[in-house]
């Protein structure tokens, strides 16, 4: 929800509280380490990013059940397109950030859309908060009028539509998306891998 050029600053805390093993056979986080740094937005509409293709440097997290991966808003990160186990994936996902950031791009209507993970609230459940909260969840409810965040929710349907037409190549031409980002480099300077184990 915060235009390019982002700022040099955190402004959410994204934590993933898996309950169930992940790996690269059961579809673990993909990360960018040192992203966060970096101006370019692998959504963005003149970065020259895929969404669908590796990126250099990108690692998945590998953690057993009950580990909690925190990362930097920022931080390039993905959801595994590909679960080889066959099981199921279960993680909680919390956001720490102001009120007034919309911490969901929505952009509803097919299986592209990067709802996959947060779902927008209902007509139904949004009328069903207390009125005093209404205001603060206005933007997550496709059925009400967003009177503060218009502009966000129109870039968010540009983005899904970006998102979108890098599924639509990668069903294409699969291993032609294997080399896209063969020219994205994300300087790394002293950032470690970014995954810490307690």
């Not at 673990?28 to 990126?55: E, F, L, Q, Y």
């Not at 539509?161 to 031409?173: P, S």
Request: proline share 9%; charged share 20%; net charge negative.
């Amino acid at each position: 929800c915060i235009r390019q050029p982002f700022p040099d600053v955190t402004m959410c805390l994204v934590m993933i509280w898996y309950m169930t093993d992940v790996d690269e056979n059961s579809g673990g986080t993909w990360i960018v380490p040192g992203s966060h740094k970096d101006p370019r937005n692998p959504r963005g509409p003149t970065d020259g990013i895929s969404v669908t293709a590796p990126i250099p440097g990108d690692m998945q997290v590998s953690a057993p059940a009950g580990s909690v991966y925190i990362q930097d808003s920022r931080c390039w990160h993905a959801s595994a397109m590909h679960n080889p186990s066959g099981r199921a994936r279960v993680a909680v996902v919390n956001r720490w950030c102001p009120w007034w950031v919309s911490v969901d791009d929505y952009a509803p209507g097919d299986k592209y859309s990067v709802n996959t993970v947060c779902q927008p609230l209902s007509h139904e459940e949004y009328r069903g908060l207390p009125a005093a909260l209404q205001p603060f969840f206005r933007h997550v409810c496709p059925d009400e009028r967003d009177t503060l965040q218009a502009s966000v929710l129109e870039r968010a349907e540009a983005a899904g539509r970006r998102t979108a037409a890098g599924f639509r190549q990668l069903e294409e031409d699969v291993e032609g998306r294997v080399q896209a980002n063969a020219h994205i480099r994300v300087p790394m300077g002293s950032v470690g891998s970014g995954i810490s184990k307690y």
